[in-house]
C-alpha cells in the first residue's frame, strides 16, 4: 500500500514537473529576453512621439493623429465593456501606431514583421502599424477604409489587449501556445458579440486556401512558423471555436481558465479543462484540426 500512495506521488510529481516544463516552453515563446526588452523600451524612449492622452495612452508616429484615434476608441470602449466584468481588472499598457519607418526605426522589425499586430509584455506596449494595408497585405488580404474607420483588420487590436489582459492583468498562460491564441480571440469576441456595431475579426485564410500545416501539434511545435497566411489560417479556426462557445458561456468561459489556473484551482490541461466544459463542441472542433 505504501509503495502504491508513493507510485502515485511520483507520478504525481513528474506529472506537475512535465506540465510546469510545458508552461515555461510556452512563456518563453511569448517572451523577449529581459536584457533586449530594456533595451528595447529604452530605444523607444529615446524618441520624442506625439500622444494621445486617455485611458489607453496613444504614442503615433508624427502625421498618424487621425489613425491613432480612431484605434484609441476601439481599445478604450474594450477596456471599459471589460472593467465592468471583471472591476478589479487593471489595463496598464501604451498602445503605439506607426508608420514604417518609425516601426524600423524602433528594431520593432527585428522581431516582427510591419504590419503585424503585437504586444510585449516585458514593456507593456501594444504596437500598430499606422499602415491599415500593411496590416491587411501581411494576412493575404486588402484593407481600403479610411483612417477615421474601423475594419475588421483594425479588430485585431482587441486580439493584442486580450494577451495584454490575460498574461500581463491576470498573469495567465495556460501552457499551450494554441489555447492561449484562442483566448485572446475570445476576449475580442466577447467585446464584439456585445458591441455588434463594429466589425468584429477577420476570418483570414480560409477561402480558396489549403494550409500545409493543420494540427495543433503544429502550432506548438511551429508557432507563427507556420507563415502569415497558414497562421491566419489558424487564427480563424481558434475564433471559429470561440463562436461556437460563445452563446454557452459568454465571458464566464474567461473566468474558468482563470479559476483554473489560479493557486486554488484544478490547473487542468486547457484541451482537457474545454472539453469538460463543452465535450460535444470541442470533439467536433477537434475533428477539424487533422
Not at 500581463?168 to 499551450?176: A, F, P
Request: glycine share 6%; aromatic share 14%.
Amino acid at each position: 500500500m505504501k509503495s502504491m500512495i508513493a507510485l502515485t506521488a511520483f507520478l504525481f510529481c513528474a506529472i506537475s514537473a512535465y506540465e510546469q516544463q510545458q508552461l515555461t516552453q510556452v512563456q518563453n515563446h511569448y517572451r523577449v529576453d529581459d536584457k533586449e526588452a530594456a533595451r528595447f523600451d529604452q530605444i523607444i524612449n529615446s524618441y520624442h512621439w506625439d500622444t494621445l492622452s486617455g485611458k489607453m495612452p496613444v504614442l503615433y508616429s508624427n502625421g498618424y493623429k487621425v489613425r491613432a484615434q480612431t484605434i484609441q476608441k476601439l481599445i478604450e470602449a474594450c477596456m471599459e465593456f471589460y472593467k465592468r466584468v471583471f472591476p478589479e481588472t487593471k489595463f496598464n499598457l501604451y498602445t503605439m501606431v506607426l508608420n514604417l519607418e518609425d516601426w524600423n526605426k524602433i528594431h520593432l522589425n527585428e522581431m516582427v514583421p510591419y504590419g503585424l499586430p503585437n504586444y510585449f509584455a516585458e514593456i507593456a506596449k501594444l504596437f500598430i502599424a499606422a499602415d491599415k494595408k500593411a496590416v491587411a497585405k501581411i494576412f493575404g488580404g486588402t484593407d481600403n477604409t479610411s483612417d477615421t474607420h474601423l475594419s475588421r483588420f483594425d479588430c485585431i487590436a482587441l486580439h493584442e489587449l486580450g494577451h495584454a489582459f490575460l498574461q500581463t492583468s491576470n498573469k495567465l498562460y495556460t501552457g499551450k501556445l494554441w489555447t492561449d491564441e484562442f483566448l485572446a480571440s475570445y476576449f475580442a469576441i466577447c467585446f464584439f458579440e456585445q458591441n455588434k456595431n463594429y466589425p468584429g475579426l477577420p476570418q483570414v485564410g480560409e477561402t480558396g486556401y489549403t494550409p500545409k500545416y493543420r494540427t495543433l501539434a503544429d502550432f506548438e511545435r511551429l508557432y507563427t512558423n507556420v507563415g502569415a497566411q497558414n497562421y491566419g489560417w489558424y487564427q480563424a479556426q481558434f475564433q471559429n471555436l470561440g463562436y461556437e462557445l460563445y452563446p454557452k458561456f459568454k465571458a464566464r468561459l474567461i473566468k474558468e481558465f482563470i479559476n483554473n489556473a489560479s493557486p486554488t484551482g484544478k490547473k487542468l490541461n486547457p484541451q482537457v479543462l474545454l472539453q469538460q466544459l463543452a465535450p460535444e463542441i470541442m470533439n467536433q472542433w477537434l475533428k477539424g484540426m487533422k
